[in-house]
């Protein structure tokens, strides 16, 4: 297969991460016979530097002619403790989604038998967890018309919803719920918000549609609740952009760092795959960012173009990385690898998984390991 990817790294650490899921791309394209031709451009608080716009022309252009795009992270202090400015690095992230049709947020929460007690969250409680969140993307508040009076002392966020887009993104959820445990929970603020009620209805109606898969729903305070007392109820979960983007950063706790989740963002051609830590700016430089998010992140994109087995084989190469504490400080504060080692473990283990046989975990601490 052949592949063209266009590849923001953006801001802070994500040209740092993406590059160590550019390794683990290289090495699946050499073990497997895949050709991927990687087109780097400018997104951000980098892209406003040189350019003045967050999101520049040519940058779209790429993104809109590729077959899938590989995104770092975006955000800068100046601009994030700044509340005056005009243009902001997140101006250009919404509208790439916009502009790509990125309806769907794709965000699996699984944590790793090696590092459940690296979750804040009891063994008990988190152990055995495993589901999705499907965030809608593309409406809500976040798209919705903003107003600011001319003193600065009044505000509003329009939160809008059509049917169409809710059923979108709603028979994505059911037929994954299908293929999963059968069980789908829709996420809503429906006593009080009319987008809610809507949101509601709409996908009681098309859950009649997918009669083996049992629906429920929940308030989304108390499923913001119920992911820290008990995860395990969930397979996925369906909610709108903004209970989405609160709902997955917290679920993170469960697998013990952000820096774990990889999501993949759908739309009717186009897909976008990145980390959903942000851009970390205070480890910019410093070898010590988490680069497995990005690298899960490569493989749902293989993942998406039906590369099951590929992926499967960088899924156990970061299982064996953790495996072996070959991870980076925020999942062992001791640790003596970075964001280079790991990426390196990686891609070396889908070169020669043989390898794994010739030493053990002293010889990979001590890095000693061919692999290391």
Not at 170 to 175: D, P, R
Request: hydrophobic fraction near 40%.
């Amino acid at each position: 297969m052949n592949l063209k990817i266009a590849v923001l790294p953006g801001d802070g650490i994500g040209p740092e991460v993406i590059l160590q899921a550019k390794k683990t791309l290289y090495a699946i394209g050499e073990v497997y016979n895949h050709e991927f031709v990687f087109e780097e451009a400018l997104m951000g608080a980098i892209a406003i530097d040189k350019t003045g716009n967050p999101l520049p022309e040519q940058t779209l252009n790429l993104c809109l002619n590729t077959d899938a795009v590989l995104f770092g992270a975006i955000g800068d202090p100046k601009y994030d403790n700044n509340p005056n400015a005009k243009v902001r690095p997140e101006q250009g992230l919404l509208k790439l989604r916009k502009e790509l049709g990125l309806f769907a947020n794709i965000r699996p929460i699984k944590p790793y038998k090696a590092l459940i007690d690296a979750s804040p969250l009891k063994r008990e409680i988190i152990e055995g967890a495993d589901f999705t969140i499907f965030r809608e993307l593309t409406g809500g508040a976040y798209f919705g018309a903003k107003t600011l009076n001319d003193e600065g002392t009044y505000a509003s966020d329009l939160c809008e919803y059509s049917e169409e887009e809710i059923t979108r993104i709603t028979h994505l959820a059911f037929k994954s719920a299908q293929n999963r445990r059968k069980k789908l929970t829709m996420v809503d603020k429906a006593n009080v918000l009319e987008t809610s009620r809507l949101w509601r209805k709409v996908v009681q109606k098309i859950g009649e549609e997918y009669p083996d898969v049992l629906l429920d729903f929940l308030f989304v305070d108390n499923a913001a609740m119920q992911i820290i007392l008990n995860p395990k109820q969930f397979d996925v979960i369906l909610t709108e952009n903004l209970f989405g983007d609160i709902l997955s950063d917290e679920a993170s706790v469960i697998t013990g760092s952000i820096g774990l989740l990889a999501s993949a963002s759908l739309g009717e051609k186009n897909a976008l795959f990145e980390p959903i830590h942000g851009s970390y700016p205070q480890a910019k430089g410093k070898n010590i960012a988490n680069p497995i998010a990005s690298i899960l992140s490569a493989a749902m994109l293989l993942e998406h173009f039906g590369l099951f087995k590929e992926a499967n084989v960088v899924y156990q190469a970061v299982e064996k990385a953790i495996e072996f504490q070959v991870v980076t400080t925020d999942l062992k504060p001791d640790s003596k690898f970075g964001t280079n080692e790991v990426g390196e473990f990686v891609s070396n283990f889908i070169f020669s998984k043989d390898d794994l046989l010739y030493f053990n975990n002293d010889n990979v601490h001590i890095g000693q390991s061919t692999i290391v």
